[in-house]
C-alpha cells in the first residue's frame, strides 16, 4: 500500500541527511543487529504492552523513525494499527521485504502528513536521540500536533544520569544521553502528562541505561 504519510517537499536539513545517509550505509548490518526484535528485553516489551493499552482502540499508530521494522511489527502483533516512517531508505526497502503485511513510508517524523489529532499514539524508538538537542521541543510539539487526545506517545533514549545533555560516539552517527526529568519536562511543555518511565541497566553489550516514557496527550 503506497499513500504518503509524510511531507516530503522539501530538502531534509543538513544533520537529517547526515543521518539518513549514515543509516543507508550500514542498513543491512543494523537490521540484521536487530532482526531478534525485543527479544530478552522482558522490561521493554511490558511498556510497549502499557502503551498498546493505554492507546485509544483502532486509532492509527505512527513509529517513526522505524528503522527496519521490527518495532512496528510487535506493535502490530499486540492489536495496533500501526505505518512506520523513517528518513532512510534502506531501512524502508529492509521493513517493506520483512513486513510486507505493514505500511512503511520514507520521510521525516516532524512532518507527518496527516490530520492534526489524528493518531491514537506515536513510537519513537530511540529515533529523537540523533537530533541536536535545541530541536527536540519542536519535535515533540509535531507529535502533539498529529496525536489525539488522550492518546499516547512512547519515548525510548539513552539515559544521562548528569546534566547537562551528553553526546556520544554512537556506532552510527552522533547521537544524545538525556536526563529522563529533562525529557520528562520537555514533553510536559509539548501537551503531555507523563503516566509511567522505565529505566533499566544495560545489557552485556550495551554501554548506557536505558529510559523510556510512556505518556498521554492532554
Do not use: N
Amino acid at each position: 500500500m503506497s499513500r504518503r504519510v509524510t511531507d516530503t517537499s522539501s530538502p531534509l536539513r543538513s544533520h537529517l541527511r547526515t543521518t539518513a545517509d549514515a543509516y543507508d550505509s550500514v542498513a543491512v548490518q543494523y537490521a540484521d543487529f536487530v532482526r531478534d526484535g525485543l527479544d530478552g528485553f522482558p522490561l521493554d516489551r511490558a511498556m510497549f504492552a502499557a502503551f498498546a493499552e493505554y492507546t485509544p482502540s483502532g486509532a492509527p499508530v505512527a513509529d517513526v523513525g522505524c528503522g527496519p521494522g521490527y518495532v512496528a511489527a510487535h506493535l502490530h502483533t499486540l492489536g495496533l494499527s500501526v505505518f512506520g516512517v523513517d528518513l532512510s531508505p534502506s531501512m524502508i526497502a529492509i521493513a517493506r521485504e520483512r513486513y510486507p503485511h505493514l505500511r512503511f513510508e520514507v520521510g521525516s517524523m516532524d512532518a507527518l502528513a496527516v490530520p492534526d489529532g489524528s493518531l491514537g499514539g506515536v513510537v519513537s524508538e530511540y529515533s529523537l536521540i540523533h537530533l541536536p538537542p535545541h530541536e527536540v521541543p519542536s519535535y515533540l510539539a509535531a507529535f502533539r500536533r498529529t496525536v489525539m487526545r488522550g492518546g499516547t506517545l512512547m519515548l525510548a533514549f539513552f539515559e544521562s544520569e548528569q546534566d547537562p545533555v551528553t553526546p556520544f560516539d554512537h556506532k552510527v552517527v552522533t547521537a544524545y544521553r538525556w536526563p529522563v526529568d529533562e525529557i520528562a519536562t520537555l514533553a510536559a511543555e509539548a501537551g503531555f502528562d507523563e503516566i509511567g518511565r522505565m529505566l533499566r541497566e544495560p545489557h552485556d553489550d550495551e554501554r548506557f541505561r536505558r529510559a523510556r516514557l510512556l505518556l498521554r496527550a492532554r
